[in-house]
């Protein structure tokens, strides 16, 4: 599934969809969100936490890796991989013990294996003035969920 979004407000507003789409509780859920710099990624996860009920600031999680949101619709692990190479390195770092929460995960592709366990890939990409978003489901729930969101 393809949507175009022409303005950071569009990217804004499809972080916020993408939240209101999900079940109540968004434990163990893994969103993937990959692109090149400045594609948005960091929007996005901004406003699906946001929209997830939290009213502060969204830091970046570049240099502390993990973001953690204790929200009313859960936790949210807001992750950046930059930094990370791999997924043993990732496992070190305590992956695992994220999983009582959603992940939402930027530069995905430095541990790729985590395709395998992960429900949603978001590619974002630069498309004039805006930008393109594909939604891919990975697991069963991701592929309903993507079916659903249309
Ligand atoms: N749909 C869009 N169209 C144009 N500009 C956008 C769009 N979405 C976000 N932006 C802008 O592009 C930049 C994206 O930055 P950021 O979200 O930090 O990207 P990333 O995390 O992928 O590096 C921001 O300056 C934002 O204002
Ligand atoms: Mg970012």
Not at 81 to 94: A, N, P, Q
Not at 98 to 112: F, K, N, Q, S, T
Not at 127 to 136: D, I, S, V, W
């Amino acid at each position: 599934m393809k949507v175009f979004l022409p303005d950071e407000a569009a990217t804004a507003a499809f972080g916020q969809a993408l939240l209101d789409a999900f079940p109540a509780d968004l434990a163990g859920w893994t969103l993937l969100l990959s692109g090149e710099l400045g594609a948005g990624k960091s929007t996005l996860a901004r406003a699906f936490i946001k929209a997830a009920g939290h009213g502060g600031a969204v830091p970046s999680p570049t240099y502390t890796l993990v973001e953690p949101y204790s929200l009313p619709r859960g936790n949210i692990y807001h992750v950046d991989l930059y930094r990370v190479s791999g997924e043993e390195e990732l496992r070190y770092l305590g992956w695992n013990e994220l999983d009582d929460g959603c992940r939402i995960v930027e530069w995905p592709d430095r541990a790729p294996g985590l395709a395998q366990s992960a429900d949603l890939s978001i590619e974002l990409g630069y498309e004039g003035q805006g930008r393109m978003a594909r939604l891919l489901g990975l697991s069963e729930r991701g592929k309903a969920f993507t079916e659903k969101f249309k």
